[in-house]
């Protein structure tokens, strides 16, 4: 027995096998417009049929009934609302809220704007015609922020451009300015990392340093002559306050390579001679020349050695030495 169905029953039989809710939760997420001055909330809930409905809330109110919504636009499973940036606040919430024909609940997603946050490496110093390199890094932001350079603080409105001696490289949220030939005077000083993005805008100085080469040459130089002036201190110092120290030194240094030593000795003599008993009075008379290279230092020694010897025997003869001793 065959039925009849209707063309109602089996337009309801093939719109029923083809309803497909999305199997995922929607995914939110925010940009900056290509003006760089507004917000874009994005949501989409992709793999449903027929497309799900998408609303953006914020504090529980919808965003298409708000002022401050410039647009609202809605494409197959993705829907997005583009903001006024003069009303967000950091760590302002959106929610994204899902709805579709076969299910009952209302999943939802978030987005937290936030304003850019920074760091960068410790101060740099650059040796002037050397190439240095300054970086700038975002930790935090929603949405991604825009990075450029200034100067400095004295011309806070004038942006760096690459070219020439200046090359600036940005990877994902990374942005780094590599300065060749480093000039004194122009090149040092302050520049300021700036980020922006529709919340709002963070800046941060980074420093650079730009010194003469060091000289090594002058400086082994200064060393080695601050040494010598050391040792020809010490050595005056020395001979100063113990100028035979130094001689005596040379005596034994020199003993081997033909310097002469003169060594004068007195000592009784056995004739028991007036003369030399009158040397005999003192206990032991010594003198000692050293003569490196010149004999003239010995012979002087030697002439005024005579020369008292003479003296003695000039005032006092051997004759008038006994009958004094005969006499006593």
Request: glycine share 8%.
């Amino acid at each position: 027995m065959m039925t009849n169905s209707s063309p109602a029953s089996v337009s309801d039989h093939v719109l029923s096998s083809l309803i497909d809710p999305p199997q995922a939760t929607p995914k939110c997420w925010a940009e900056t417009s290509s003006s760089g001055l507004m917000l874009q909330l994005f949501c989409s809930w992709p793999g449903g049929y027929p497309h799900p409905t998408l609303h953006w809330r914020e504090e529980g109110q919808d965003l298409e009934n708000s002022s401050w919504v410039i647009s609202s636009t809605s494409s197959s499973d993705t829907h997005v609302e583009t903001l006024n940036s003069s009303h967000l606040a950091h760590r302002k919430v959106f929610k994204c809220v899902g709805s579709h024909v076969v299910k009952q609940e209302q999943p939802a997603c978030t987005v937290e704007i936030k304003l850019p946050s920074l760091e960068s490496d410790p101060p740099q110093t650059c040796f002037v015609g050397d190439n240095v390199t300054l970086t700038c890094r975002v930790t935090e932001s929603t949405p991604a922020a825009r990075l450029s350079w200034l100067r400095d603080i004295t011309q806070p409105e004038v942006e760096i451009q690459p070219g020439g001696r200046f090359l600036i490289a940005q990877e994902g949220n990374v942005s780094r300015l590599t300065i060749q030939n480093c000039s004194q005077g122009t090149d040092g000083g302050c520049y300021v990392c700036k980020a922006q993005n529709p919340v709002g805008l963070r800046e941060l100085f980074v420093c650079l340093t730009v010194k003469q080469p060091v000289n090594i040459v002058g400086v082994v130089g200064a060393v080695v002559v601050l040494s010598i002036l050391a040792v020809l201190t010490v050595t005056g110092v020395v001979l100063y306050y113990n100028p035979l120290l130094c001689l005596r030194g040379a005596a034994f240094r020199n003993a081997d390579s033909g310097d002469v030593l003169v060594l004068v000795d007195s000592e009784d003599d056995e004739e028991g001679k007036g003369s030399e008993e009158a040397l005999s009075s003192c206990a032991e008379h010594e003198a000692m020349a050293l003569v490196s290279g010149s004999r003239a230092q010995a012979a002087h020694l030697n002439h005024l050695m005579e020369g008292d010897d003479d003296e003695l025997h000039g005032g006092v003869s051997p004759q008038q030495v006994r009958e004094e001793t005969q006499g006593s």
